[in-house]
């Protein structure tokens, strides 16, 4: 069974700070990773996401992740957080097993991520 | 289309009747998979289509709610006799193929509310 964890249901910054979110999984598999963002009143959009090879990832809008095994970590990270970033974001972890649950997500309970001017 | 499409984008509804919500996913995608969202929860999974056939549905709640799909086109999850527990907005998603390695694009959602 897959679970996911997102440490803090609400986080706080300043413009220009750093921004980390952090996501732990438990898969018994190997896992496929994903960040996405939801603003108000959308769907979510993928930011990144991990499937094999390097572990770390670079997404869009300057986001990255490191995906560690041994941690059964899959942090999210930007170097400076802008007005913009203001959101909702979800961890999910998915796996490449086939069977009849072939491709389903199942994603973490979101943190709200809050930028102050 | 170029995206995934959901109707209506909101429906409010009184308890105890039927709604219907449809999803139009991207044209060529076979994997379509609703997902619920609560307030203050994560997204919840309901049920996944490959094609017309639905292998998973394990996610679904009761049997108040079921949902089809034909041509490998067009989703409907119809909820019977809603209970105001039912609110939530109802997240469609597609995929090329099942499977995570070929990403997800999401719909905007139907957001739900029984009165």
């Known amino acids: 069974a897959q679970s996911v964890t997102q440490l803090g249901s609400h986080v706080s910054v300043s413009e220009g700070a750093l921004v980390l979110l952090r996501c732990n999984y438990s898969?018994?598999?190997?896992?496929?990773l994903f960040w996405y963002v939801q603003y108000p009143n959308q769907g979510l959009q993928l930011l990144l996401k991990?499937?094999?090879?390097?572990?770390l990832v670079k997404g869009i809008n300057g986001f990255e992740a490191e995906f560690k095994k041994s941690e059964t970590s899959f942090h999210l990270t930007k170097p400076s957080a802008h007005m913009s970033d203001a959101a909702e974001y979800f961890c999910?972890?998915?796996?490449?097993?086939?069977?009849?649950?072939?491709?389903?997500?199942?994603f973490g309970q979101g943190t709200i991520l809050t930028v102050h001017p | 289309g170029a995206g995934v499409s959901q109707s209506p984008s909101n429906k409010v509804t009184e308890k105890g009747k039927d709604v219907e919500l449809r999803c139009d996913p991207i044209?060529?995608?076979?994997?379509l998979y609703w997902y619920r969202q609560s307030l203050g929860q994560g997204l919840e999974f309901l049920i996944y289509?490959?094609?017309?056939?639905?292998?998973?549905k394990s996610g679904l709640p009761s049997d108040r709610f079921s949902a089809e799909r034909t041509g490998g086109s067009v989703s409907t999850l119809t909820i019977q006799r809603t209970q105001q527990e039912d609110s939530a907005v109802y997240l469609c998603?597609?995929?090329?193929?099942?499977?995570?390695?070929?990403?997800?694009?999401f719909g905007s959602g139907t957001r739900l509310t029984v009165v």
């Open positions: 998603a597609s995929s090329l193929r099942g499977g995570p390695n070929y990403g997800y694009t």
């Open positions: 898969s018994s598999v190997p896992p496929y």
């Open positions: 991990y499937t094999t090879g390097a572990t």
């Open positions: 999910a972890v998915g796996y490449n097993a086939g069977g009849t649950s072939y491709g389903k997500l199942t």
């Open positions: 044209s060529g995608h076979t994997a």
């Open positions: 289509f490959q094609g017309n056939s639905a292998p998973d």
